[in-house]
């Protein structure tokens, strides 16, 4: 086991690499002085040659790169041109906000996609069936910022129900909080539930076609006992990877739903900063989503053999 | 047995859903870049946020703009840029996955750890960070969303073309004397072209949403040009007075988004044997 989780560790560590590499690149593509671009419109040699410094300019650019990397270990990632204040001290506020959208997401989404998903590929080619994938065609065809907009004006603007836009800190006010997470929770959840049943229902109808089950089945086992005993650990396995993915894209991706409900996430701090070409903000956002990407994914393929034990040997 | 194939996509009721749905919004993209009820940009301020009536089906927006005319010109925008970049994305990484899988090697393992560092970027932040460098206009949604998919389609292409190197007619072609371009353009590559299809109706839903959700930011296509997402950003403004403003662009976004996945789904139950039903 320890062998396992070391050589996916090794694996994944070329390929952060790798992106970090192009997220540095990037920035250098973008003509004039980097050290300039950094600062933004100010004319301030003093500034100017200590930005300079900071980049280690003067030397060749796999150099320039090496330096990067040390100061993002020690958590430098620069400072912002427009906001006044380290990168590192925008991105984990926004970054909170985001993780407090996108995992009860994931999770919501799990817990009506798993049991709706097996439940449609046991009962394979019923009305059941025909009606779930029918409601996860269309749940995965709107688009999650739509289906947000839907909902402020049917219970925010309309029932009056919910708090239309804005974001209180769990933390700081439980119910308040939350009441403000209910929509956009909601809205991603229910779309990525229609991505994740029909990966579900197609699993479980792969298991029931194996052998085992038909053994288990001749065993005298109660259909319940081999849906739950047999089936469900076994379609996990795919399914799993799948939330896993999901959650990774989402950390980055959930920037349109945060503009939806105007929640100061990490998404919504990165195209502010495009907007503001607050270079030093984007390298930083692009540096954490690529990181939590990799490290949701690693964590997946490390936790995958619960499900799948034979994978840990392969 | 093609045609024996084509006659149950035809009888799937799905299937001629998504059919129906596509050529729907083909028809409307073709309609909006030929002729428009009224100018999709004109100005008429007797005429803010009337509600869909029979002047304007489907009512104006907060400039007196008809919405069905924005709604038409907007399709030629996004349904393009999503046509063109699922082409550039699978035909770009059809030729780099069949090489890498053809030649394997040194050349195979880079291409590969290019790859996985790709799919690192969620399509979106790689498309947020293009537009930081070259500014929104329609080519860069275009040319950030095909680097974002191409790692699929080049795994795709290079899985199947790592089965297919070890099969009897490339080994026969090589016999003849082919060079190794030829035996893959002519024998292998061919071959790859079902899976690349499914693929490609994927890729041509993620890029309509995905060029609709930069829009929505403020970052694709630039006014006053219309396109869905666009529309929907600027209905939140009269959002309680003219809720017709948010219904009309998202839904014809996602009538759209479900033509291409029944059809998708339909093709990949004809196309790819692995997915067929007993």
Redesign the interface.
């Given at each position: 086991m320890t062998r396992y989780i070391l050589t996916r560790v090794m694996l994944a560590i070329p390929t952060l690499l790798l992106a970090l590499a192009a997220i540095f690149f990037l920035v250098r593509l973008i003509p004039g002085d980097p050290a300039q671009l950094m600062l933004g419109d100010v004319d301030d040699p003093a500034a100017l040659a200590r930005i300079r410094q900071e980049l280690a300019l003067d030397q060749p650019l796999p150099v320039q790169f090496g330096h990067w990397l040390l100061q993002l270990l020690r958590g430098d990632l620069g400072q912002s041109i427009t906001l006044d204040s380290p990168v590192s001290d925008l991105l984990l506020p926004s970054f909170a906000v985001t993780a407090s959208l996108v995992v009860p997401a994931v999770v919501v989404a799990a817990l009506i996609a798993i049991p709706a998903g097996v439940v449609a590929g046991w009962k394979q080619n019923t009305r059941l069936d025909v009606a779930v994938m029918t409601l996860a065609t269309l749940a995965l065809s709107i688009p999650s910022f739509w289906l947000g907009l839907m909902f402020l004006l049917v219970f925010g603007v309309y029932l009056n129900l919910l708090p239309v836009v804005g974001y209180v800190s769990p933390l700081e006010d439980v119910w308040q909080g939350l009441s403000y997470l209910v929509l956009p929770v909601m809205s991603l959840a229910l779309i990525e539930a229609g991505v994740l049943i029909r990966l579900v229902r197609a699993s479980t109808i792969e298991v029931l076609g194996l052998d085992y089950i038909a053994h288990a089945r001749a065993k005298g086992l109660t259909e319940a006992a081999v849906i739950v005993r047999h089936v469900l650990p076994n379609a996990m396995a795919p399914t799993w990877t799948m939330i896993g993915l999901t959650l990774g894209g989402l950390l980055g991706g959930a920037v349109v739903t945060e503009t939806v409900f105007s929640l100061p996430g990490l998404g919504r701090l990165m195209v502010e900063s495009v907007f503001a070409r607050d270079y030093p903000v984007i390298q930083g956002c692009m540096v954490i989503v690529t990181v939590a990407y990799v490290s949701v994914n690693l964590l997946t393929e490390i936790t995958y053999p619960i499900f799948s034990p034979g994978a840990r040997d392969a | 047995m093609r045609e024996g194939r084509w006659m149950t996509i035809t009888r799937q009721p799905n299937a001629i859903a998504g059919g129906v749905l596509i050529l729907i919004m083909l028809f409307g993209a073709i309609l909006g870049a030929v002729h428009t009820p009224y100018d999709p940009i004109a100005v008429d301020f007797f005429h803010r946020l009337t509600p869909p009536a029979p002047e304007h089906w489907l009512g104006t927006d907060e400039w007196g703009r008809d919405v069905l005319s924005r709604l038409l010109a907007g399709a030629v925008v996004s349904v393009g840029i999503a046509g063109v970049t699922a082409l550039i994305a699978t035909s770009l990484g059809a030729l780099i996955g069949a090489t890498a899988g053809f030649l394997g090697g040194w050349f195979d393992k880079v291409v590969i750890?290019?790859m996985?560092?790709?799919l690192?970027?969620?399509?979106?932040?790689m498309a947020?960070?293009l537009?930081?460098?070259f500014s929104s206009s329609a080519f860069t949604p275009i040319i950030a969303l095909s680097v974002a998919y191409l790692p699929s389609v080049v795994r795709v292409v290079r899985a199947s073309v790592l089965v297919l190197r070890r099969s009897d007619f490339v080994d026969a072609s090589m016999v003849m004397g082919n060079s190794r371009a030829i035996t893959l353009l002519r024998h292998i590559l061919p071959n790859t072209v079902a899976p690349v299809i499914v693929l490609a109706t994927s890729l041509f839903g993620w890029a309509l949403?995905a060029e609709?959700?930069l829009s929505?930011?403020?970052?694709g296509t630039p006014p006053p040009a219309s396109s869905w997402g666009g529309m929907?950003s600027d209905?939140?403004n009269y959002?309680?007075d003219a809720?017709w403003l948010?219904?009309a662009p998202?839904l014809a976004?996602?009538?759209s988004?479900?033509g291409?996945?029944?059809f998708g789904?339909a093709l990949r139950d004809l196309l790819d044997p692995r997915m067929q039903k007993?």
């Amino acid at each position: 086991m320890t062998r396992y989780i070391l050589t996916r560790v090794m694996l994944a560590i070329p390929t952060l690499l790798l992106a970090l590499a192009a997220i540095f690149f990037l920035v250098r593509l973008i003509p004039g002085d980097p050290a300039q671009l950094m600062l933004g419109d100010v004319d301030d040699p003093a500034a100017l040659a200590r930005i300079r410094q900071e980049l280690a300019l003067d030397q060749p650019l796999p150099v320039q790169f090496g330096h990067w990397l040390l100061q993002l270990l020690r958590g430098d990632l620069g400072q912002s041109i427009t906001l006044d204040s380290p990168v590192s001290d925008l991105l984990l506020p926004s970054f909170a906000v985001t993780a407090s959208l996108v995992v009860p997401a994931v999770v919501v989404a799990a817990l009506i996609a798993i049991p709706a998903g097996v439940v449609a590929g046991w009962k394979q080619n019923t009305r059941l069936d025909v009606a779930v994938m029918t409601l996860a065609t269309l749940a995965l065809s709107i688009p999650s910022f739509w289906l947000g907009l839907m909902f402020l004006l049917v219970f925010g603007v309309y029932l009056n129900l919910l708090p239309v836009v804005g974001y209180v800190s769990p933390l700081e006010d439980v119910w308040q909080g939350l009441s403000y997470l209910v929509l956009p929770v909601m809205s991603l959840a229910l779309i990525e539930a229609g991505v994740l049943i029909r990966l579900v229902r197609a699993s479980t109808i792969e298991v029931l076609g194996l052998d085992y089950i038909a053994h288990a089945r001749a065993k005298g086992l109660t259909e319940a006992a081999v849906i739950v005993r047999h089936v469900l650990p076994n379609a996990m396995a795919p399914t799993w990877t799948m939330i896993g993915l999901t959650l990774g894209g989402l950390l980055g991706g959930a920037v349109v739903t945060e503009t939806v409900f105007s929640l100061p996430g990490l998404g919504r701090l990165m195209v502010e900063s495009v907007f503001a070409r607050d270079y030093p903000v984007i390298q930083g956002c692009m540096v954490i989503v690529t990181v939590a990407y990799v490290s949701v994914n690693l964590l997946t393929e490390i936790t995958y053999p619960i499900f799948s034990p034979g994978a840990r040997d392969a | 047995m093609r045609e024996g194939r084509w006659m149950t996509i035809t009888r799937q009721p799905n299937a001629i859903a998504g059919g129906v749905l596509i050529l729907i919004m083909l028809f409307g993209a073709i309609l909006g870049a030929v002729h428009t009820p009224y100018d999709p940009i004109a100005v008429d301020f007797f005429h803010r946020l009337t509600p869909p009536a029979p002047e304007h089906w489907l009512g104006t927006d907060e400039w007196g703009r008809d919405v069905l005319s924005r709604l038409l010109a907007g399709a030629v925008v996004s349904v393009g840029i999503a046509g063109v970049t699922a082409l550039i994305a699978t035909s770009l990484g059809a030729l780099i996955g069949a090489t890498a899988g053809f030649l394997g090697g040194w050349f195979d393992k880079v291409v590969i750890a290019l790859m996985d560092a790709l799919l690192a970027f969620p399509a979106l932040i790689m498309a947020l960070a293009l537009v930081a460098i070259f500014s929104s206009s329609a080519f860069t949604p275009i040319i950030a969303l095909s680097v974002a998919y191409l790692p699929s389609v080049v795994r795709v292409v290079r899985a199947s073309v790592l089965v297919l190197r070890r099969s009897d007619f490339v080994d026969a072609s090589m016999v003849m004397g082919n060079s190794r371009a030829i035996t893959l353009l002519r024998h292998i590559l061919p071959n790859t072209v079902a899976p690349v299809i499914v693929l490609a109706t994927s890729l041509f839903g993620w890029a309509l949403l995905a060029e609709s959700a930069l829009s929505f930011l403020g970052l694709g296509t630039p006014p006053p040009a219309s396109s869905w997402g666009g529309m929907l950003s600027d209905s939140r403004n009269y959002f309680a007075d003219a809720p017709w403003l948010a219904v009309a662009p998202g839904l014809a976004l996602s009538l759209s988004l479900l033509g291409v996945n029944l059809f998708g789904d339909a093709l990949r139950d004809l196309l790819d044997p692995r997915m067929q039903k007993p």
